[in-house]
Nanobody
Framework: QAQLVESGGGLVQAGDSLRLSCAAS????????MGWFRQAPGKEREFVAA????????NYADSVKGRFTISRDNAKNTVYLQMNSLKPEDTAVYYC?????????????????WGKGTLVTVSS
């Protein structure tokens, strides 16, 4: 059974960095576009970043452009989210998602697999 497992969350201070990982298993994910979403307390889940199956195309939410970088290692079936210059407003549960096609539009439609999330807390 295919599944996504996130790791790397934790408590950091504003300005610090974290790297999240999403390990995929149960099937090859090289043909899937992969994305990161997040949900802050009391808010709806929102798109953060996405990467195509080849890794050649990426997309970012305006709120994280220039600070976050998404990458993938298809040999390891793993996707990463490098988060730099973290802000308190980045505090959220971060979810990994897989979609069987690439599009520049990244809503939740078409997502086939979701991870259970990893909590990132940024203190001021």
């Amino acid at each position: 059974q295919a599944q996504l497992v996130e790791s790397g969350g934790g408590l950091v201070q504003a300005g610090d960095s974290l790297r999240l990982s999403c390990a995929a298993s149960g099937r090859p994910f090289s043909g899937f576009a992969m994305g990161w979403f997040r949900q802050a307390p009391g808010k709806e889940r929102e798109f953060v970043a996405a990467i195509s199956g080849t890794g050649l195309s990426t997309n970012y939410a305006d709120s994280v452009k220039g600070r976050f970088t998404i990458s993938r290692d298809n040999a390891k079936n793993t996707v990463y989210l490098q988060m730099n210059s973290l802000k308190p407003e980045d505090t959220a549960v971060y979810y990994c998602a897989a979609r069987p096609y690439w599009s520049s539009n990244w809503g939740e439609q078409g997502i086939r697999y979701w991870g259970k999330g990893t909590l990132v807390t940024v203190s001021s």
